[in-house]
């Protein structure tokens, strides 16, 4: 794949992901909608939307994705919504993209690859940069929080990892997220003592489900296969900037010089990752 089109893809990809934390912090915070429901609205409405997608094309899904990337998925999923109700979205994000950055680079250098100078100088550069936006003001998590919020990022690790070598994105995509229902169906079971909707909460799910997971997954599966490890790792450090630029209009919230330098050195960061 050309290196325009790797970028393109992964730049898509990364606003989705994106998108995908203002859909669950507007969900979860300005609605009533409990994380069980929220985390099974998201993955039904991608697995349908997907599977759409795939029979629209007359092409079989049976046998692809597999069941250790679906039970991945849904732990990403899950234990991200139900975190993100007690953590601040600055903790949360650290202590996700922390164990996301461990899992994926820990894996690439454990399969023999080498970060160079520039590429090194770039991670150190990207993770400062969020460390800088996000760290000022933060407050001690709670532990079952954060543990959570941790096994968050090592699902989601592992969920990229195993669309590295993936021959059909869009299809493994919905394969895995078609094995995931049953897995949140049972979460809705076992939390259903807790459950609470509204219009406004099942529609963030929907959207969230339908069009940043579902489409930006796929997307991600397709740019995958042509970023290292620890090139793929690095990049998502872009989501908690971009997220919080897209809240500026979206939310209302201020736009702040520590927020734009923080923008200049996580993505002036990633780009010598990705160009080295």
Request: with cysteine.
């Amino acid at each position: 794949m050309p290196l325009a089109r790797t970028v393109t893809l992964t730049i898509l990809a990364m606003l989705a992901f994106a998108g995908n934390s203002l859909l669950c912090r507007m969900a979860l915070k300005q609605t009533d909608i409990d994380a069980a429901s929220f985390t099974s609205i998201r993955l039904i409405s991608g697995a349908l939307v997907l599977w759409l997608i795939v029979r629209l094309r007359e092409k079989m899904i049976a046998q692809a994705g597999s069941w250790l990337a679906a039970l991945a998925l849904v732990t990403y999923a899950a234990c991200f919504a139900i975190a993100y109700i007690s953590l601040s979205a600055g903790v949360g994000a650290l202590l996700l993209f922390g164990s996301v950055q461990i899992t994926m680079i820990g894996y690439g250098v454990w399969t023999g690859e080498r970060l160079r100078g520039l590429q090194s100088a770039g991670l150190f550069l990207a993770l400062a940069g969020l460390i800088g936006l996000l760290l000022p003001g933060l407050t001690t998590p709670s532990l079952p929080s954060s543990l959570l919020m941790l096994g968050a990022g090592v699902a989601w690790g592992i969920y990229s990892l195993l669309g590295k070598g993936v021959a059909n994105p869009t299809q493994v995509t919905a394969g895995n997220f078609l094995r995931a229902v049953p897995f949140a169906i049972a979460l809705s079971l076992i939390t259903h003592a807790q459950i609470t909707l509204d219009v406004a909460g099942v529609g963030y799910a929907i959207a969230s489900g339908a069009i940043a997971s579902g489409i930006g997954y796929t997307i991600w599966y397709h740019a995958l296969p042509h970023l290292q490890a620890t090139q793929a790792a690095t990049v998502q450090l872009s989501v908690p900037i971009l997220a919080a630029i897209a809240a500026v209009p979206m939310l209302h919230e201020p736009m702040t010089l520590r927020l734009g330098l923080a923008s200049v050195a996580v993505l002036g960061g990633i780009a010598l990752v990705i160009r080295e």
